[in-house]
């Protein structure tokens, strides 16, 4: 596994959090995919060995989670909240307007690279709908203003790095 | 009428102007004071605090807490574990995100009290997947507790010894059940398991005796311990004691958080004084209670029969604004207090949309485990979405309904419920809506707030 130096010391440290190694498999698939991107069958293959499980203890795993990838994504994953609460302060509007904003539809890779722009269930964020959370970070009261805003931001930043 | 005041002993600090999460102002706000006692008294006595007043769970089920702790097995001789739900996921409820990011170290006191009141050597924090600032803020605060002797071994030079690891979901809402969550901390898939006789408190995580308490239950422990279990029981009303934070949101002019003590004010104070009433032009029509699986209430309907005032049995005739916000009186009118999320819907809404927009939910969510809640929930979803956007008929409501009432008591654990409680309500409550959709739908303006 060709894994910066610093995973692999929090792989073993975080092992060592539990009694049993086999609790160890979403902290190490979180690891994994946030320095890899998303979780080859190698990945999961050493992480099966790692934690001396069978392979499929660890690919069953990654496919009841939402959140573990099998495959790479943009730049910026811009999860839009789906949920109700979102959804009554027009949450589906600020999902098609980073669509729009990058030529994307949901759940693909911008043309540009820049974005994977998807919806999530509920981000428990409902008092300032509607919620995206970018990467790690949570913005609020997201209307097609603030998207276009955010959106434009995100291009700009794209453009510096060019 | 101006809006009641409201009590913050959970919220003291939230959005304070200056607060900050480090252990420092939290030691200059009084922190750890309380946990410094508590080393120094019987375990026993701690629980017995908690039993006398009267706390109910803040997850959802709100299930007494003593009684909880009461029930764990200590005399198997097997380690005893806690572990902190903060897989907040129900939709509507926003509570304990902000007790992470902004007093993370309130819950660390919290957690360690009740590790020590059970003789608990190891605590999980288990937070959604989706809260990753919220872990990063947990492990800072655990570790400036633990280079303070909070927590780590020989905890304030007592010779009492506990750990605590922040453990993260990976996006299952499956997980904020209690079993689901203990199979997730194994490695595993979080389908939950069948009690009996997998009753945490007895078989929980690694077949040890388990206590798995709210995110903020936990800080109601610590408020518990510092001024009494009596004490507490005073605030709120018998039965519902303590304080309750309501996340309201949807089609309010101030939606938000807001602690009051349970059980003193209804829903109309709560939706019209706290939170400023509809938004302009509008009218309240519905609203959830206790998180989207909750039943829903309709604006205009009453709710009659009898209630215990002390002694006494007195009548009640109640519309929805009148309903007093407890677990109690909630669950009497047949819904719920659930986690406290509170979300409204004004006349703009159109039900059979939201319906379907609570459908793909639950059908997302649903583990897959049990025939009835995986095909019974795709199939709510199926139907609704068709009526959307697809062909709607006027025998969909009662096919919709059919489904749902095949689900409850047919799962292994109460997502069954979960997920037939709103289609089932909705439906009850919304006949008229269901059985005109198909002709209605052409009639609703085109712009309007897409649902699904």
Redesign the interface.
Known sequence: MNLKPETFQRIDEVIT?Y??K??????L??LIQEDAGHISDEAIAWIAKK?ELELI?VL??VT?????RRAPIGRRHV?VC????C????G??TCETFEHEFHTHRGEISPCGEVTVEF??????????PVV?ID???HENVDVAKAKQISAQIKSEAAQRR | MSAPAQLRIIFKHIDEPGYTNDIDCYLRNGGYEVLKKSVGRKPEELIDEVKKSGLRGRGGAGFPCGVKWGLVDRKSGKPIYLIVNADESEPGTFKDRYIMHQDPHQLIEGTIISCFANNVKQAYIYIRGEMPEGARILEKAISEARAKNFVGPNILGTGYSCEIYVHRGAGAYICGEETGLIESLEGKRANPRIKPPYFPAVLGLYQCPTIVNNVETLCHVKYIIEHGGEAYSKIGTPGNTGTRIFCVSGHVQRPGYYEFPAGTITMGVLLNDVCGGPLPGRTFKAVIPGGSSAKVLRFGERYKGKRKVGPDMVDYDWGVEDVPMDFDSLAMIGSMGGSGGVIVMDDSVNMVEALANINAFYSHESCGQCTPCREGSLWMKKISARMVHGDARPQDGALLKSVADQIPGRTICAFGEACSWPTQSFIIKFKDEFDAYSEVKKTLPADRTVLV
């Open positions: 959090h009694p049993v086999r609790s160890a498999t979403l902290p698939l979180h934690l203890n069953e795993v009841f989670y939402p959140m573990f999860k789906r949920t109700l609460s959804a009554l302060k027009g589906y509007k999530v269930e509920c981000l428990a964020s409902c008092g300032t709908a959370l790690e970070t949570l």
